[in-house]
C-alpha cells in the first residue's frame, strides 16, 4: 500500500501551487523596473536571479526539463538545472521567467513570468528544438480541429462547434513574416485576428477559455512556450496539437540524437502525461490574461493565475506587497 505521505513525495501535491506563486510573483516584480527601458536581457536577468533564489526554497525536487534564454542568449534557467530544497516531491518544470522580454523592454502588453510543473518524468524535453508549430482552442476543438488541416477549413468547422458565425471567430497568431501567409488564409476564411507581438502562452490560454473574445490560437511560436502552454490546457479541459519545428538542419540532427519525432502530431497527453500538472503566472505588464505589476505608493500590487488539471480549477491570486522589502 501506499501511504499518504509516499504520495506526497511522488507527485506534486495542491499546496506547491502557492510555493510556486512567490516565484513568478517575485521574478514579476524584479522585472517591474525595466518595462518600457529598452533593455530586455536585463528585464530577463533580474527576473531569472529572482526566480531561482525563491524556487530554492520550495519544498520540493525539480528538475528543469524545458527552460528559456538558450536561443537569444539570454540569461536562464538552465535545462537539468535542479530547483528546490530536494524535500518534498520530484517534479518535472517548465520555466520562462519572462514570456516576452521584448514586450517587457518595450513596455508593451502581455508579459508573463510563468512556471509549469508536472510529476517526474511526464514532461516532454523537447530543448534540442526550439519552435514548435501548433493549434489551440476550447474543448469544442476535439473531434473537430486538425494541425494537418487547411486554417480556413478548421475555423469554419471550429465556428459550426461553437455555434458561431465565422466573421465573429478570432484567431491569435504572433505576428511574424512566417506568418505572412497564414494571416491572409485567416482572414480569407472570414474571420478576424489578434496579431500577438511576442509571449503566445497568453494567446493559446485565451483560446481555451471559454469568457475571452479568442477562438483559436494557431502558428509556430517556442517549444518552451508549447511545453508550457500543455500544461495549461490540460487544466482548462482544452483542445491542443502541436509538432516540432526544426528551423535548420543541425537543430533536425539534435532532434534525431534526443530520440524525438519530427514528424509526430502531439496532443497535449504527449507533450505532458498524466492528469497533476500545475501551471502559474503572473502579469509583468498588462494584458487580457492578468493584470501587470502596479505600484501604488509603498505597495508593489500583483496578478496572478493558478491552475490545477487534476482538480480542473482556475484560481486568481492578488497580492499586495512592501516596496521597502524589494526596490527601496
Known amino acids: 500500500m501506499t501511504t499518504d505521505t509516499g504520495t506526497l513525495f511522488l507527485h506534486p501535491d495542491r499546496n506547491l501551487a502557492m510555493e510556486l506563486v512567490r516565484a513568478t510573483?517575485?521574478?514579476?516584480?524584479?522585472?517591474?523596473?525595466?518595462?518600457?527601458?529598452?533593455?530586455?536581457?536585463?528585464?530577463?536577468?533580474?527576473?531569472?536571479?529572482?526566480?531561482?533564489?525563491?524556487?530554492?526554497?520550495?519544498?520540493?525536487?525539480?528538475?528543469?526539463?524545458?527552460?528559456?534564454?538558450?536561443?537569444?542568449?539570454?540569461?536562464?534557467?538552465?535545462?537539468?538545472?535542479?530547483?528546490g530544497n530536494g524535500r518534498g516531491p520530484a517534479c518535472d518544470i517548465?520555466?520562462?521567467?519572462?514570456?516576452?522580454?521584448?514586450?517587457?523592454?518595450?513596455?508593451?502588453?502581455?508579459a508573463l513570468s510563468v512556471i509549469a510543473v508536472s510529476d517526474r518524468g511526464s514532461m516532454l524535453d523537447a530543448s534540442s528544438v526550439f519552435y514548435m508549430d501548433k493549434i489551440v482552442?476550447?474543448?469544442?476543438?476535439?473531434?473537430?480541429?486538425?494541425?494537418?488541416?487547411?486554417?480556413?477549413?478548421?475555423?469554419?468547422?471550429?465556428?459550426?462547434?461553437?455555434?458561431?458565425?465565422?466573421?465573429?471567430?478570432?484567431?491569435a497568431v504572433l505576428d511574424r513574416p512566417r506568418h505572412?501567409?497564414?494571416?491572409?488564409?485567416?482572414?480569407?476564411?472570414?474571420?478576424g485576428t489578434r496579431l500577438m507581438l511576442d509571449g503566445d502562452v497568453a494567446g493559446g490560454i485565451n483560446a481555451a477559455r471559454y469568457d475571452t473574445r479568442i477562438d483559436l490560437c494557431v502558428g509556430i511560436g517556442g517549444s518552451p512556450e508549447g511545453i508550457t502552454t500543455a500544461c495549461a490546457i490540460k487544466a482548462l479541459g482544452g483542445f491542443m496539437q502541436a509538432r516540432?519545428?526544426?528551423?535548420?538542419?543541425?537543430?533536425?540532427?539534435?532532434?534525431?540524437?534526443?530520440?524525438?519525432?519530427?514528424?509526430?502530431?502531439?496532443d497535449?497527453?504527449?507533450?505532458?502525461?498524466?492528469?497533476?500538472?500545475?501551471?502559474?503566472?503572473?502579469?509583468?505588464?498588462?494584458?487580457?490574461?492578468?493584470?501587470?505589476?502596479r505600484r501604488k505608493g509603498p505597495i508593489i500590487r500583483t496578478e496572478s493565475i493558478v491552475l490545477r488539471s487534476r482538480s480542473g480549477t482556475i484560481r486568481r491570486v492578488t497580492a499586495e506587497h512592501l516596496v521597502a522589502k524589494w526596490l527601496d
Open 180 to 191: 505572412i501567409q497564414l494571416i491572409d488564409e485567416i482572414r480569407a476564411a472570414g474571420a
Open 268 to 293: 497535449a497527453d504527449d507533450m505532458v502525461k498524466g492528469d497533476n500538472t500545475f501551471f502559474v503566472a503572473t502579469g509583468v505588464t498588462d494584458g487580457g490574461l492578468v493584470d501587470g505589476v
Open 25 to 83: 510573483e517575485a521574478a514579476a516584480i524584479r522585472a517591474w523596473p525595466f518595462i518600457g527601458r529598452g533593455d530586455k536581457n536585463a528585464a530577463d536577468g533580474a527576473a531569472v536571479d529572482a526566480m531561482r533564489k525563491f524556487l530554492g526554497t520550495v519544498n520540493f525536487d525539480g528538475v528543469i526539463v524545458i527552460g528559456e534564454g538558450e536561443k537569444d542568449h539570454a540569461p536562464m534557467l538552465f535545462n537539468g538545472e535542479h530547483v
Open 94 to 110: 517548465a520555466v520562462d521567467p519572462i514570456d516576452g522580454t521584448s514586450l517587457t523592454a518595450a513596455g508593451r502588453q502581455n
Open 137 to 171: 482552442a476550447g474543448p469544442e476543438g476535439f473531434g473537430v480541429l486538425d494541425l494537418d488541416r487547411p486554417i480556413g477549413d478548421n475555423i469554419r468547422a471550429l465556428a459550426k462547434a461553437k455555434n458561431k458565425p465565422v466573421g465573429e471567430m478570432t484567431v
Open 244 to 266: 516540432l519545428a526544426p528551423g535548420t538542419d543541425d537543430e533536425r540532427e539534435k532532434a534525431k540524437d534526443a530520440g524525438l519525432d519530427l514528424d509526430a502530431l502531439m
